[in-house]
T-cell receptor, first 114, second 115 residues
């Protein structure tokens, strides 16, 4: 069975600084996808970034980037130049190809300090 | 492009009652997945509908059932409500084009409270 583990229940970062959120996963699939979702207090789950497991290059989206270590089954999210609007719950998720359901971690609550 | 919408936003029910939650998928999407998110937890997969057929189910009892309509909107029905059913229910839509990458787009959720 697939599992996703986020070992940091809470993190905080000063505005304009950089923070890294950790995620490890376990899957027996060879073709899979990894995602980071952001859930602000408004509750809407927003896709932040995605990584295809077959790609060696780490994904980046503006201030958000990942460090994908396939052998270690690690998928961390780095947020650069943190902004107040980045404060939210962040969920790491894994899905295999073909539209299978996502498996989520328990989330990390990120606070941004002005 | 219209995003995923859910109704109602909030709902309070009594133990033993039945509830129906609704989801309108994003334009062009043919697959709807439902998730239950208990307080302080990540979402848990309930089931998925693709072209009006159930296409996978998580570890939820049969009193959780669903429907998908020809316009790809969907309903989640829960019978004989229990206190532990209190949660945020999320709907996510996606376009199933077979093996390959996909992304699920989430609605704002329905907060269900069972008393």
């Amino acid at each position: 069975a697939q599992t996703v583990t986020q070992s940091q229940p809470e993190m905080s970062v000063q505005e304009a600084e950089t923070v890294t959120l950790s995620c490890t996963y376990d899957t027996s699939e060879s073709d899979y996808y990894l995602f980071w979702y952001k859930q602000p207090p408004s509750r809407q789950m927003i896709l932040v970034i995605r990584q295809e497991a077959y790609k060696q290059q780490n994904a980046t989206e503006n201030r958000f980037s990942v460090n994908f270590q396939k052998a270690a089954k690690s998928f961390s999210l780095k947020i650069s130049d943190s902004q107040l609007g980045d404060a939210a719950m962040y969920f790491c998720a894994e899905g295999t190809s073909g539209n299978t359901p996502l498996v989520f971690g328990k989330g990390t609550r990120l606070s941004v300090i002005a | 492009e219209t995003g995923v919408t859910q109704s109602p936003t909030h709902l309070i029910k009594t133990r033993g009652q039945q509830v129906t939650l609704r989801c309108s998928s994003q334009s062009g999407h043919n697959t709807v997945s439902w998730y239950q998110q208990a307080l302080g937890q990540g979402p848990q997969f309930i089931f998925q509908y693709y072209r009006e057929e159930e296409n996978g189910r998580g570890n939820f009892p049969p009193r959780f059932s669903g429907l998908q309509f020809p316009n790809y909107s969907s309903e989640l029905n829960v019978n004989a409500l229990e206190l532990d059913d209190s949660a945020l229910y999320l709907c996510a839509s996606s376009f199933n084009r077979g093996p390959g990458s996909y992304e699920q787009y989430f609605g704002p959720g329905t907060r269900l409270t069972v008393t």
